[in-house]
């Protein structure tokens, strides 16, 4: 199985100012899991393959699911779903941004970085992150 190694640093071959911190590879062990867990990665296998050509990034579904494990999220706050402007209260946003700084929480690694296969322009988690300080809801 596939697991995501994080900031080792200190690697005799590689030199770094900054001890590698954010770098990220992954590393192949075939003993690696529970019979359970492996059977979840030849899943998300199988569901890349059959739609690679319709999607073409992998949705970073091995380092979701291996960071489900080591980071669980329990999402205790009920989703929200609006039909109309009127339905958006206070409340209703606050709920929905701490949901996505739960959920974006479980998916930093310990060195502060968001690892992945990212496919688009790199400014928009910045804008998530700006948003949340200039928030002017108490949302911790």
Known sequence: MWKLKLSEGNDVRLESANNHIGRQYWEFDPNLGTPQEQAQVEKAR???????????????????????????????????????????????????????????STLQTEDGFWPGDYGGPLFLLPGLVSSYFACPLSLK
């Open 46 to 104: 199988d569901e890349f393959k059959k739609n690679r050509f319709r999607d073409k990034q992998s949705s970073d579904l091995l380092m979701r699911l291996q960071f489900a494990r080591e980071n669980p999220c329990e999402m205790e706050l009920p989703q929200v779903k609006v039909k109309t402007e009127k339905e958006i209260t206070e409340e209703a946003v606050a709920t929905t941004l701490r949901r996505a700084l739960r959920f974006y």
